[in-house]
């Protein structure tokens, strides 16, 4: 989910810790649980540093181990201790487990959208995204946002924040058999189909899909039920060739293999050098690809330059690659 929403599902468990005896009863611990429930409820995302480095690094990591059953249990030690050096007196146990809730909430709410997490590693590498809620869902921060209104208006923030969560469980729901509804139609379109990935949009009944078969890729919007094909590829599976397994020693290249699903590659052959390019088909925008990995290689299969990333016009990701020019 988006910054934002999972802030505003911390002051959610905030709101319900008041439902504690121990937090009713005091008012310091009260207030090192509100901020730890809003501080853990972001922790996973603080990966986010990664892209410091470089993108290559940022997509490896970004929701990989630290969204991990390890890191969570990390996550919520580090926030609540930080939080404890500060409120000493109160019982640190308490503090800890609304963290823990915080955190752990993140994890599960990341694995509902199309970007996913590896909420499994290290006992399992793949990418988890069930594709049933968009990364910003306006109906679900809208519940969270008027849970905390009702709050500041005088409600009683337990049993708010529990009418709040339940009703979201329900959108869940409904969300899960909206998807399930899509990929049945593309089923009957498409028998022969081998994966179909999912990912809603911000309009409620409107889906982007991609579709695998044995020998296409098929792109489209799905709106109301009917299916609107946008682009259809050919599914060229990877040769084995030394400038291919040249390709795959990159660190550009081996991440964002690493984190999509599907997608397709060129190869483009120069004078002086080869460039392959990796094209994630699942983030279609206004026609173009902007979810890219391209490495060029010498006639010796030496990497002369790679990037992965995201970028929205041919003429930028060129000039990442300049050391061509």
């Given at each position: 989910m988006?910054?934002?929403?999972h ?9 319900i810790a008041?439902?504690?005896p121990?937090?009713?009863?005091d ?13 853990g ?9 990664f892209?410091?480095k ?5 997509i490896?990591?970004h929701r990989?181990?630290?969204?991990s ?14 939080i404890?050096a500060f ?8 503090l ?9 909430l993140?994890v599960?709410v ?6 996913g997490?590896q909420a499994?590693?290290p006992f399992?590498?793949?990418w988890?995204a069930?594709?049933w809620?968009n ?5 679900i921060?809208g519940?969270?946002v008027?849970?905390?209104i009702?709050?500041?208006?005088g ?8 009418i ?7 959108y869940y729901?409904?969300r ?8 049945d139609?593309l089923?009957?379109h498409?028998p022969?189909a081998?994966k179909?990935?999912?990912?809603p ?8 899909v991609?579709i695998?078969?044995?020998y296409y890729y098929?792109v489209?919007y799905s709106t109301?039920?009917?299916i ?11 040769p084995e060739?030394?400038e ?9 290249v081996?991440?964002f293999?690493n984190f999509s ?6 190869i ?7 460039e392959i390019?990796?094209?994630d088909?699942?983030?279609?925008y ?8 391209v490495?060029?290689?010498?006639k010796?299969?030496n990497t002369l330059?790679?990037?992965t990333g ?9 000039k ?6």
């Amino acid at each position: 989910m988006d910054t934002a929403t999972h802030i505003s599902m911390g002051v959610a468990i905030g709101g319900i810790a008041t439902l504690d005896p121990a937090v009713q009863q005091d008012p310091q611990l009260f207030q090192a649980v509100l901020i730890g429930a809003i501080v853990g409820s972001h922790a996973p995302d603080f990966d986010t540093f990664f892209k410091f480095k470089n993108n290559a690094t940022y997509i490896r990591h970004h929701r990989g181990s630290s969204h991990s059953p390890v890191a969570v249990l990390l996550w919520s030690l580090l926030v609540t201790f930080a939080i404890y050096a500060f409120y000493i007196e109160i019982p640190w146990l308490n503090l800890w487990g609304w963290v823990l809730l915080s955190v752990v909430l993140h994890v599960i709410v990341d694995i509902f959208n199309a970007y996913g997490t590896q909420a499994l590693k290290p006992f399992l590498d793949k990418w988890i995204a069930l594709g049933w809620i968009n990364t910003f869902d306006p109906y679900i921060f809208g519940l969270f946002v008027a849970g905390a209104i009702a709050w500041l208006l005088g409600a009683e923030p337990g049993v708010t924040y529990l009418i709040v969560f339940f009703v979201v469980f329900l959108y869940y729901i409904k969300r899960f058999f909206d998807k399930k509804e899509i990929t049945d139609i593309l089923q009957k379109h498409f028998p022969d189909a081998v994966k179909i990935i999912t990912q809603p949009t911000i309009r409620h009944n409107s889906w982007r899909v991609v579709i695998e078969t044995p020998y296409y890729y098929y792109v489209a919007y799905s709106t109301d039920g009917h299916i609107d094909i946008k682009d259809t590829f050919e599914n060229n599976k990877l040769p084995e060739t030394a400038e291919m397994n040249a390709a795959f020693h990159d660190e550009n290249v081996k991440s964002f293999i690493n984190f999509s699903p599907i997608f397709r590659y060129e190869i483009d052959r120069f004078d002086d050098y080869v460039e392959i390019r990796f094209i994630d088909l699942r983030y279609r925008y206004k026609g173009h690809y902007p979810f890219v990995a391209v490495v060029t290689l010498d006639k010796f299969y030496n990497t002369l330059t790679s990037y992965t990333g995201w970028v929205y016009s041919e003429e930028k990701l060129q000039k990442k690659l300049e050391p061509l020019s």
